[in-house]
């Protein structure tokens, strides 16, 4: 396949981090659009390769390839001299996986790739089919012998697709040119014959699964860039008769530490209800209609929104004092005078969660009013708040004379006052 597959010259070069800015009345051209592209495609591989590392994050495993049952070359090798086992002498396959490269770079693998030891190497694109039949004439070939280990690595390409035709500049004549208007994410599987010194050596870290000396000791230098783009996979050894012997997956690939399998279940308490305490002015501890009470509510697993809910019309929630999250509710509850004595039922409901089992409150008879009489109201005789009653006293003859004089002075008096109207002369 030559879709133009190209490689990084010298990705950990310090490169300016520049992208263009756009204004209005601009002229764009590629090579703005190409910088916008390229800038975050820098920062991406800088992240990866200085928080993430590089090598091989899962799957990417390299087994033998079974020989079908129908082909006549099953159980015998290039010469027709020693069993294979029923297995494909010189040929292995890398199944589907994803590797972060040494320079920053996502390397998808992803579909199974068939791959000749004999060969320098394929080139595959992420998420394309690789069932497509290879020509004998157009494979790269070497002059690789049997008995011996050979280093299956994998690095990233970038591959040039769609083509379009290109429009002739002024006059020309020349409309047949074409140019690659896609970038495709790639990879090449090939063929070493060792492994590299910085894969070989033994991880800095004694036991990966306790995360021992990720936080200890002063501040860490950063990672040197790596010399190559390789990611090694396994190494696999061939007899003489070009079967394979063996294939070691671990002795030579570096895996990146992966948080995907990483994950627990929340265990959310659902709300229980242990005590109710009722405060209310007085010697009773239940509810009573016609007054407001408050409650307060103890038990396990309340939110701090937790709500309170009470079956009986009537009975409602005033005001919500105080929440200790997940021990206390402490609420103002009112009751309408028109509610019958019993038994209420009510829970706790968390909003996000659970509900609580249902709880009874006691509401207790209204007591009847108290007076000489249901019409009126009751009278206080601790403290007198009204004139007291005073009795007329029987009048004798000289008081009645007494009075009649005054009677008759006020009269004179009043009259005396009044303005005399004047008559009007006749003209």
């Known amino acids: 396949m030559n879709n133009g597959c190209i490689c990084h010259s010298d990705p950990c070069s310090c490169e300016l981090l520049e992208r263009p800015r756009y204004f209005p009345r ?3 051209s590629d090579t703005e659009m190409t910088l916008d592209q390229s800038y975050f495609r820098s ?3 800088l992240h990866n390769r200085m928080l993430h590392g590089w090598g091989v994050v899962c799957g990417a495993r390299v087994c033998r390839v079974p020989a079908p049952a129908d082909d006549k070359s099953n159980g015998q090798c290039d010469n027709g001299a020693t069993d294979c086992d029923g297995y494909k002498p010189w040929k292995i396959i890398v199944k589907r996986g994803y590797i972060l490269g040494p320079y920053g770079d996502d390397i998808v693998v992803g579909c199974d790739h068939e791959v000749d030891l004999r060969t320098i190497g394929v080139t595959g694109i992420s998420g394309e089919s690789t069932e497509d039949a290879e020509d004998p004439w157009c494979c790269a070939t070497s002059t690789r012998q049997g008995d011996g280990c050979y280093w299956v690595a994998v690095k ?16 020309g004549c020349d409309d047949t040119r074409c140019e690659y208007s896609r970038w495709r994410d790639g990879y090449e599987i090939g063929i070493r014959d060792s492994c590299p010194e910085d894969q070989w050596t033994e991880p800095q870290l004694p036991h990966l699964s306790a995360f021992k000396g990720i936080a200890d ?6 990672p040197p860039c790596p010399k190559e783009p390789w990611v090694v996979l396994a190494q696999v050894c061939v007899d003489e008769n070009a079967c394979i012997k063996s294939i070691d997956n671990c002795s030579c690939r570096r895996l990146v530490v992966s948080f995907a399998h990483y994950w627990w279940k929340c265990d959310e308490e659902a709300p229980k209800i242990i005590e109710v305490v009722v405060k209310m002015d007085g010697d009773s501890d239940n509810l009573m209609p016609g007054k407001t009470s408050t409650v307060i509510i103890r038990g396990t697993g309340f939110a701090d929104d937790a709500q309170v809910s009470f079956a009986r019309s009537g009975v409602r929630v005033r005001e919500y004092v105080s929440r ?5 509710i402490e609420v103002v509850v009112s009751v309408d005078e028109k509610v019958e004595a019993g038994a209420c ?3 706790v409901i968390n909003p996000c969660g659970g509900e609580s089992g249902k ?3 006691d509401i207790g008879a209204a007591q009847p009013p108290t007076g000489p009489t249901l019409g009126r109201p009751p009278i206080d005789r601790g403290t007198r708040t009204t004139k007291p009653i005073r009795r007329k006293k029987k009048k004798t003859g000289a008081t009645r004379k007494k009075s009649a004089r005054r009677k008759k002075a006020t009269r004179k008096r009043r009259t005396s006052r009044r303005p005399t109207r004047r008559k009007r002369k006749k003209t």
Do not use: H, M, S, W
Request: net charge positive.
């Open 324 to 328: 200790k999250k997940g021990t206390e």
């Open 26 to 28: 601009q002229l764009i």
């Open 43 to 45: 920062r991406l591989r």
């Open 156 to 171: 990233y390409k970038e591959c040039k697709a769609r083509p379009v035709r290109v429009q002739p500049v002024g006059c």
């Open 217 to 222: 000791g002063c501040i860490p230098p950063c």
């Open 359 to 361: 709880d009874n409150i």
């Open 345 to 347: 039922p009510f829970k």
